[in-house]
């Protein structure tokens, strides 16, 4: 894999592109998503927030850095983040590649909005998720199309995976999505926690959650800042076997 291959192979944006990486829905249809800053990652560059690792986690994360930090950046798509909200919401507890990207093209060839796509959704598979869009893009909208977390996590069927899941792919680099991935990454790099629990997320802020010293969510935050999310980007891609701090970085 080359260096946009790595960054679109874990992002919610690869649903809104054809096999050739050509963007096919949403807005900028026809653009190669390696011609544009966004899609492509280049608007994030890891190096620049250095600074806000916490210094007990520094040399856990230089030689990831070092070999994918000028590699591997965060795909998004501005303009599209009711498509990414659908995407997003699809993913629990599901194979994304398989099933996710399937559900995508058949909902959005039938159509963008998402109101219809989600009343088309029981009728592309049986999988709970697809039941479930309808109400959630429903709250979504009634809820004023939200982009912070705790809104997010008002949403009916949404939890503290969907809501950073869809809050890193839409430009918040903060959020940590904490699924299986991660937890099996995170100990290699000097992180010792839990999932969040969406009992707690919906009522406390991060900061001033009892359970914070202990969630690998806030811990993630704490260690990395804003790149949190790209570490998690990164241990996706080392637990699928795509990424080895001790493998040479793919060319650009």
Same mark, same amino acid.
Request: hydrophobic share 40%; with cysteine; net charge neutral.
């Given at each position: 894999m080359?260096?946009?291959?790595?960054?679109?192979?874990?992002?919610?944006?690869?649903?809104?592109?054809?096999g050739n990486y050509v963007k096919k829905f949403g807005v900028k249809k026809g653009v190669w998503a390696g011609d544009d800053i966004?899609?492509?990652?280049?608007?994030?560059?890891?190096?620049?927030?250095?600074? =806000?690792?916490? !210094? #007990?986690?520094?040399?856990?994360?230089?030689?990831?850095?070092?070999? &994918?930090?000028?590699?591997?950046g965060i795909s998004t798509s501005p303009g599209d983040e009711d498509l990414l909200f659908v995407v997003a919401f699809l993913t629990?507890?599901?194979?994304?590649?398989?099933?996710?990207l399937r559900w995508a093209n058949a909902l959005?060839?039938?159509s =963008?909005?998402? !109101? #219809?796509a989600a009343a088309n959704a029981p009728k592309v598979g049986r999988? &709970?998720?697809?039941?479930?869009?309808?109400?959630?893009?429903?709250d979504y909208i009634r809820l004023g199309k939200p982009k912070d977390r705790p809104t997010l996590l008002k949403i009916k069927g949404v939890g503290?995976?969907?809501?950073?899941?869809?809050?890193?792919?839409?430009?918040?680099?903060?959020? #940590?999505?904490?699924?299986?991935?991660?937890?099996?990454?995170?100990?290699?790099l000097g992180l010792k926690g839990e999932p969040p629990r969406a009992e707690y997320c919906r009522r406390y802020e991060c900061g001033n959650c009892p359970l914070a010293d202990r969630c690998l969510?806030?811990?993630?935050?704490?260690?990395?800042?804003?790149?949190?999310?790209?570490?998690?980007?990164?241990?996706?891609?080392?637990?699928?076997?795509?990424?080895?701090p001790t493998r040479g970085a793919p060319r650009r």
């Open positions: 080359n260096c946009l291959d790595l960054t679109l192979y874990p992002s919610l944006v690869l649903a809104l592109l054809d966004y899609m492509s990652g280049r608007w994030y560059s890891p190096w620049r927030y250095v600074n =806000e690792v916490d !210094r #007990a986690a520094a040399d856990y994360i230089q030689p990831l850095l070092e070999e &994918y930090g000028d590699c591997v629990q507890n599901t194979n994304y590649h398989v099933n996710v959005f060839s039938k =963008e909005d998402i !109101r #219809a999988s &709970y998720q697809l039941a479930k869009l309808p109400d959630a893009v429903a503290p995976k969907v809501a950073d899941l869809y809050l890193l792919y839409t430009g918040d680099a903060t959020a #940590a999505p904490v699924d299986k991935h991660f937890t099996r990454i995170a100990p290699r969510r806030y811990r993630a935050y704490a260690a990395f800042g804003r790149l949190a999310g790209w570490v998690q980007t990164m241990s996706y891609l080392i637990d699928k076997g795509l990424a080895a």
